[in-house]
């Protein structure tokens, strides 16, 4: 099982989103990244925070020209939860005092409530690794490695 832990790299939301979106920039990235990631076992850890955030931005007409319907965005999210390759996290008490922490240490206004809270909850499990395209949403916390698309897209970049 340690093994397996320390193969756990946390996804965020903008991951998520260009994994799934075709018509998204760096929807080709994101699939070559997933791969290579898989490819080398590693497992990805989710918390329902991503999920809820991809639900709403992937539905939103305002941000893409064809916009998933629910109930395929659904579908979707399902897939990844029930995949053997993703690990679930739920917010715990732990987590939510840390995220309060965070909030006020860092003085965060409430466009980083969601960012605080993932990133909350992937600490207090140990997940220490973010795939994201937000770097800097997470350097303020001084405990996570973010890991970049590009540095995994292809066969040669493994963390």
């Known amino acids: 099982m340690q093994s397996k832990k320390l193969s756990?790299?946390?996804i965020d939301t903008p991951f998520l989103i260009a994994h799934t979106v075709q018509e998204h920039p760096e929807h080709r990235l994101a699939v070559n990244c997933c791969e290579n990631l898989l490819?080398?076992?590693?497992?990805?850890?989710?918390?329902?925070?991503?999920?809820?955030?991809?639900?709403h931005v992937v539905t939103d007409p305002k941000r893409f020209e064809i916009p998933l319907t629910m109930?395929?965005?659904?579908?979707?999210?399902?897939i990844w939860t029930n995949s053997q390759e993703t690990v679930?996290?739920?917010?715990?008490?732990?987590s939510l005092r840390q995220h309060f922490d965070w909030m006020i240490e860092h003085r965060l206004g409430r466009k980083r409530i969601n960012d605080t809270r993932i990133a909350s909850i992937y600490i207090t499990h140990g997940i220490t690794r973010l795939l994201t395209s937000n770097s800097r949403d997470y350097s303020i916390f001084g405990v996570f490695e973010t890991l970049d698309m590009n540095d995994y897209s292809s066969e040669y970049g493994t963390p």
């Open 8 to 10: 756990l790299i946390g």
């Open 39 to 55: 490819h080398h076992n590693h497992t990805f850890a989710l918390c329902s925070t991503v999920i809820d955030e991809f639900l």
């Open 71 to 78: 109930s395929r965005a659904i579908q979707l999210a399902r």
């Open 88 to 94: 679930l996290y739920a917010a715990t008490e732990a």
